[in-house]
């Protein structure tokens, strides 16, 4: 999964306005990449805009640059607590990179981000790409349909994949598909519910450290907005 997601629309908000949201999420996801362990989580979430395209999501901070509502681009800063290391101790990896939004058709969304970590002992890149399409089945309903891939270059993928008998190389590391579902129960108050599946490749899906090539992720959300 990726660090972050930015905002998927340019910011709309009138001048000195401010669209805040509170709540948390719980959920289930593979300990690591590649790993047969799962691991639960219950955090709280919280998400902000700002009419200048300033943005808070989750763990991550950035800004729309752009001020058309089918395309967008920008720096994030996130962090990422899911990252361990090659001896497979755990490790909150900071990263940083740029994501580009386009809205090309109605039913249709283009995201692709690149993030590099920040830390000493590791490093490389990671591009991910997502295509989603999304709509209503009913009033206050809306259903997500996503897919997509996460690309990482060689000194990433060692990070994650490496043993003292094993070197990956860069490459495609893992394709992916989403189901996200939303329910708006009133003005201020929604619902939400995820699930992911990932199934790595290459060198990833090779590695002696991957005990599960195919990894599902899934989230119960609830927010409130002010």
Wanted: aromatic letters at 10%; a positive charge.
């Amino acid at each position: 999964m990726t660090p972050a997601h930015a905002q998927s629309n340019a910011s709309l908000l009138p001048d000195g306005a401010t669209d805040v949201r509170m709540g948390a999420v719980l959920g289930t996801a593979p300990s690591a990449p590649g790993s047969a362990r799962r691991s639960a989580f219950l955090v709280p979430q919280f998400s902000a805009e700002w009419s200048n395209g300033v943005f808070v999501e989750g763990l991550a901070v950035g800004k729309q640059m752009s001020s058309d509502p089918m395309l967008g681009y920008g720096p994030v800063l996130a962090v990422n607590l899911g990252a361990q290391r090659a001896d497979g101790s755990s490790v909150i990896r900071p990263v940083t990179g740029v994501f580009v939004q386009y809205q090309p058709l109605r039913e249709l969304a283009l995201h692709a981000q690149v993030s590099i970590p920040l830390l000493r002992d590791t490093g490389g890149a990671l591009f991910n790409f997502r295509a989603s399409t999304q709509f209503v089945p009913a009033a206050h309903h809306w259903l997500e349909f996503g897919t997509g891939f996460n690309a990482a270059d060689r000194r990433y993928q060692q990070t994650d994949f490496r043993t003292a008998q094993f070197q990956p190389s860069g490459g495609l590391r893992d394709v992916f598909a989403d189901v996200q579902w939303g329910w708006q129960v009133s003005r201020k108050i929604t619902l939400t519910a995820s699930v992911r599946a990932a199934r790595l490749q290459g060198d990833a899906a090779a590695s002696p450290r991957t005990r599960q090539r195919t990894g599902v992720a899934n989230a119960l959300g609830f927010s409130y907005s002010y």
